[in-house]
């Protein structure tokens, strides 16, 4: 009977270098092959443009350090669903696990699988845009693709993220030489009067700092997946230095070369940069590009995928979502019905998503509770400074991130105001009224049960332990 008794936990199986492919692996998706052109468009110079990507890595910088102090003192997976939950209401908590759920997990997976099918279909349509049921098609393949491998193996899901991790660096290497080679020829006439015609408005630095922090999402992926990490107090911080220092200077130099090989002109009509940058320098090798942008959508679809899934999980087990959730394989140990979940609304925001509207609803929904998150630390640094922290950052820190966060998620809204924004700040304040009736007042317990039950067999998974 006690051997029967043993506690199911998730394996500590993530070590310093799985943790920086975790990061950076996520990190370096389809949005650096994806959003310069929208970025270009949105400020209107080439110079204005580099100075968006900078500071887009600056501020991912700044919240980084302030997640890491989160995610050493309160050491449990989750991400800012959790920090949420113990620094202010799980009301809160709730609001943000219910838009993650239902659109913000989903809309990042189902934006990365578009920029990975969009890549691998660009060679056979050299001369015009590809057919969208196709590219939808061969996004909504690469979605179950990497479901199944999550499902089976966390060590299976964590080679395939360092593999494709070292194929993406390598893929931006080369376009950072091909553009260095191109400037020492002396091609640097894009340079010139390089902030010309910049747009100095509210809604378009806002747009070109949404299309940019997009590509530098999965900065926080860590954070959702602490429990599964080795020696988080001391492999949290490494990782994060690591990873976010190598994406944001690699970031700055392909966006470099883009603006060494191709006029802004040529940038900002191309549907998939990568593809025109290597028809120009490589000619009829041109298709490597499409390849290597694909196998870097890929990577970070799985690490997308692999933290994911995470999250409903932890809210499960916190109540906030149907048990069947918060349990793991009883063989395989990986969260399943939550991987499945996240699979299946993917799917569905697919359907009638694309790329662009995707990740602009995405960064504001994502700033929002960003914002949320950062207050919560200024609040444990102010009433619980004798909570042990290994990693600490000064107080000036979050401050001037949440007012970053403030700024990311007014400024579109004041000076541009949309419907669409309208909607999503309606969507989130919904999930309290969700809240009320089915997670307070824990209505049609019984059905949920015996579904619970039923599930629980169908996909021999176990309520599962916290590893702190």
């Known amino acids: ?155 299976l899901s964590m080679s395939v993220q360092v593999f494709f991790m070292v194929a993406k660096v390598l893929a931006l290497a080369v376009i950072v030489i091909g553009g260095v080679v191109m400037l020492i020829r002396g091609h640097t006439e894009n340079f010139e009067d390089s902030f010309e015609n910049t747009n100095v408005g509210i809604n378009p630095i806002g747009i070109a700092f949404y299309q940019g922090l997009w590509s530098y999402d999965g900065w926080n992926n860590l954070n959702y997946v602490t429990e599964e990490l080795k020696r988080p107090e001391v492999n949290l911080p490494r990782a994060v230095i690591i990873a976010i220092s190598l994406v944001t200077g690699l970031y700055l130099l392909v966006n470099v070369s883009y603006l060494t090989v191709m006029t802004p002109k040529e940038l900002m009509s191309s549907s998939a940069v990568a593809v025109t940058w290597g028809n120009k320098v490589f000619g009829s090798w041109g298709w490597i590009m499409s390849v290597a942008a694909a196998l ?18 932890v809210a499960a087990r916190e109540g906030h979502l149907p048990d069947i959730l918060a349990m793991a394989h009883v063989h395989r140990l990986t969260p399943s019905p939550a991987l499945i979940v996240t699979t299946i609304i993917s799917l569905l925001v697919l359907i009638p998503g694309d790329f662009q509207s995707i990740v602009n609803y995405f960064s504001f929904t994502a700033w929002f509770f960003y914002g949320i998150t950062l207050s919560g630390l200024i609040y444990l640094k102010i009433k619980k400074p004798e909570l042990p922290r290994p990693y600490r950052v000064p107080i000036i820190l979050p ?22 924004y309208l909607y999503m700040t309606l969507f989130i304040l919904s999930g309290a009224i969700i809240y009320i009736p089915f997670v307070h007042y824990k209505l049609c317990p019984k059905l949920l049960t015996k579904l619970t039950v039923f599930l629980q067999l169908f996909l021999e998974v176990a309520p599962e332990d916290k590893n702190l």
């Open 296 to 313: 870097s959508a890929f990577g970070s679809l799985n690490g997308t995928f692999f933290s994911g899934g995470r999250v409903s999980f």
């Open 399 to 420: 401050i001037l991130v949440l007012l970053a966060a403030i700024c990311l998620v007014l400024a579109p809204i004041i000076d541009d105001p949309q419907i669409e």
């Open 1 to 155: 009977m006690d051997d029967k008794k043993k506690k199911l936990n998730l394996k500590r199986e993530v070590g310093l270098l799985g943790a920086v492919s975790l990061i950076a692996g996520t990190m370096i998706g389809a949005g650096i092959f994806m959003t310069p052109q929208t970025v270009l468009y949105s400020i209107g110079s080439p110079g204005a443009s580099l100075v968006v990507w900078a500071a887009c890595g600056l501020l991912v910088i700044m919240v980084s350090f302030c997640y890491v102090e989160l995610g050493t003192v309160i050491r449990e997976s989750g991400g800012e669903y959790i920090y949420i939950l113990r620094t202010s209401s799980p009301v809160l908590a709730f609001m943000l696990i219910f838009s993650s759920v239902i659109f913000v997990r989903p809309a990042g997976v189902a934006g990365m699988a578009l920029g990975f099918a969009q890549y691998v279909v660009a060679p056979f349509y050299p001369d015009c845009p590809p057919p969208i049921l196709l590219v939808k098609c061969m996004a909504a393949a690469s979605i179950l693709a990497l479901a199944i491998v999550n499902c089976l193996n966390v060590r």
